[in-house]
Every structure is written in C-alpha cells, then in structure tokens.
C-alpha cells in the first residue's frame, strides 16, 4: 500500500485516492529504460571511439606484435633462401659436375610447391599478404630442401661406388721415392739395352737398390705371378678392377700369392734384376682395359705438379732403358 497515491480536492475538501494504471506505469518505466539505454550506448559509443578497453588494448598490442615477428620470420627466410640458393648453386656447378651429373634445372628446383587454393583460407585474414605471403615462401623453400636432400642423396649413392674407383685406380709410384732419385727411364721409343735396337718401352724403370719394397700402386687382386729366365723376370700383375691392370717386373722376391687381395700401398715383392735385366732395377706398367698405357699419368696421389714436370724431364732425358 506504500505505494498509493492521494491527491486533495478542493471541491470536496478531501483526499482522494489517485488511480494509477497498471499499463501506464509499464509504459513509464519501459520510456525511462530506453532513454537511459540511448544515453548509455551514446556515451559508450563516444568512449570506444576515444578509448580502447583493456581486452581491445591488448588485442591491438597482440596484433601489433604477431605483425612484427611475421615481419621478422620473412627477414629469416629469407636468408635461408639465400643460404639455399649459394647451395644450390654450389651443388650445380661442383658437386655435380664432379660426378658427371647435369644440373638441376631451375623449373624443377622452384616448380609445384601447391596450387592457389592452399592459401584461400588465408584470404580472409586481415594481414592476408604477409601470412600469405609467409606460408608461400615457406612452402618453395621446403620443396626446394627437400629436392636438393634428394641431389645429395643421389651424390652419396654415386661417391660410394667412385671411392671403390678411386681407391682402385692406380696413383701412386711403386716404390718409395720422395726426391724422384729412383726415375730412370720412361715410357717411349728407347735403345734396347740387351738387344742394342731401338724398340717401345711400354713402362717406366725405377732404378733402386735390389730388396727395395715395391709398393701396390691401387687396391686390388693379384692376377699373376711369375718367374721367367727372361723377359720380365720374376713379376706380378694386380688386377685393380675397373679395366685396370699393373705389372711390377725383374723383381728379386715376392710378398704375395696369387689371389691375394692388396690394399694401396701394401709390399708386394721387392727390387731385383731377374729376368732380361741389366741392373737392379723395377720396371713398372700399366693397362687400361689391356692395352699399355703411360704409367706416368697415374702418380697423381704422390707428385705435385712441380714433381710431375721434373719426373717427365728425368725420364724424358734418360734414352736408355734397363728393361
Ligand atoms: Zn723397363
């Protein structure tokens, strides 16, 4: 009853009771609501577009920030990049080429990194370009690792089978001789020193003193070994595989047997002058896929360059051989 309204009537000179509607007090109340409603979404209105609340603020600074390290995300990738492409570069020009291989072309190196619908769900972001941009990169730069991954892979495959070559091939000289003092006559028309005629030497002699250790010049697989009255004398011939073949002749003993598997480097027998000889000396060969070839061109793990011209104006000079 709180609530009950009197107004006084002068006519009657009494209270009376005032009235009040049930639907105009809910008019009232709903007119005051909205009103207060308006001037609270004006003022919060004026205050957004002057300030940011706190959970705007941060967000700003969120967005501000993940805008930085996308920025400094490209800055990184883009070094990788360029790391990538001095490797690429490398891998076409060196690497390759030293196993005979052609060089990636550029349209497979970039090519296919996924059509244009991968990145759709990006369109919609606000910073679009940078995260579109981010993950594009990203994706030619996987490719591009994973194809050079493959290249060196490959490689490896191809320097595996090389190193059996390489560790095959004969490269060195058959005996100990630093200072090249052993040269003596090389490969060419020579005078014959027994038959006094001129006649190919097919090798090169190393003149040392008998019992020098004489040296397998490759990895390989002794094919032959021999004691003749004449010719060659008490010789072995290895098997280097890989159409290789080396004969080391005249000498005084032997350190191996047929079948035995040698490494480079590895006593074979020792300097002698058995056979059609005219002092202690090796006399030394090699073939390729049976036929003789200069023996000089395979000391190339021994002699510089320097060395290499001496030892070819030692055995150049000396006309006679000791066969
Ligand atoms: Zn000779």
Known sequence: MGNTKYRFNPKTLTYEKVEKSFSKVLLRISLYSLIILIVALGLSALFLSKFDTPAMKALRTENSELLTQYQSLNEKLAQIENVLDQIQVRDDNIYRVVFNNDPIPESVRKAGFGGVDNYSKFESFDNNDIVLNTSKKIDIISKQAYIQAKSYEDLLQQAITKEKELSSVPAIMPLSNKDLTYTSSGWGMRMHPVYKVPRFHYGMD??????????????????????????????????????????????????????????????????????????????????????????????????????????????????????
């Open 206 to 323: 190393f003149v040392a003193p008998k019992g020098a250790p004489i040296y397998a010049t490759g990895d390989g697989k002794v094919s032959s070994i021999q004691s003749l009255r004449t010719g060659h004398g008490k010789h072995v011939v290895i098997d280097h595989g890989f159409g290789y073949e080396t004969l080391y002749a005249h000498m005084s003993a032997f350190n191996v047997k047929v079948g035995d598997k040698v490494k480079r480097g590895q006593v074979i027998g020792f300097v002698g002058s058995t056979g059609t000889s005219t002092a202690s000396h090796l006399h030394y060969e090699v073939l390729k896929n049976g036929v003789n070839v200069n023996p000089m061109h395979y000391y190339f793990m021994d002699l510089t360059p320097d060395e290499y011209e001496k030892m070819v104006a030692i055995s150049s000079n000396i006309k006679r051989s000791f066969d």
